[in-house]
């Protein structure tokens, strides 16, 4: 199960989804809110938590979530003092029941990471696309449109006709034909 812990909270944040099953991680921490709680909920353990990269609205609660669950943090640049382990373009890593491959896709970011599974049909695409055809902005340090519109292109090719559920670092899910939001967000990158 996927559950959006930051749903409803009015405050400067990521999304951060809790995913349960086989194992127990959080896609993004968040920030500006107690997500701890928010995770006691449903769980009394973490088994990893995976970041999509790391501005502070989605490493923020990074801290308050390693010392309460004793929990390792995973990213593509261990660099940056929120990352402990280092994830790779195409290494495959295990998040509730599912394996998904990681998929660098600077652009918004230099190490920002995709997470995609082909067996579930999901992924967590961070802030690289959001809902009807948003996408990430690009006027920040690391921001290159044209590395965003690549990212974009590889991330539509490898999902392929395999995608069901997008999960987007800010604002809702998609759960329609997900593709075509990559594909609007593929086009306005171009010519917004
Ligand atoms: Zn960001």
Redesign the pocket.
């Known amino acids: 199960m996927i559950r959006n812990l930051a749903q409803g909270i009015r405050v400067f944040t990521?999304n951060a989804f809790l995913v349960d099953g086989e194992t127990t991680a959080l896609v993004d921490a968040g920030a500006n809110f107690d997500v701890v709680p928010k995770i006691r909920e449903f769980t009394d353990s973490l088994d990893a938590v995976y970041l999509t990269?790391t501005?502070p609205?989605?490493i923020g609660n990074v801290d308050a979530v390693r010392d309460a669950f004793d929990v390792q943090t995973w990213g593509y640049d261990t660099g940056n003092l929120a990352v402990d382990k280092r994830i790779d373009d195409g290494e495959r890593i295990q998040i509730g029941d599912d394996v998904y491959e990681a998929v660098h896709t600077p652009g918004?970011?230099d190490d920002?990471l995709c997470f995609f599974s082909r067996g579930a049909g999901v992924c967590f695409a961070?802030?690289l696309v959001f809902a009807n055809g948003g996408f990430?902005?690009t006027d920040?340090p690391e921001g290159d449109r044209g590395a965003l519109v690549e990212s974009i292109d590889r991330l539509h090719e490898i999902v392929g006709d395999d995608l069901t559920e997008l999960h987007t670092?800010h604002g809702p899910s998609v759960t329609t034909r997900p593709k075509d939001d990559i594909d609007l967000a593929a086009k306005a990158a171009r010519t917004r």
Do not use: A, P, Y
């Open positions: 990521s990269h501005h609205d989605h918004h970011k920002h961070g802030d990430g902005r920040l670092g």
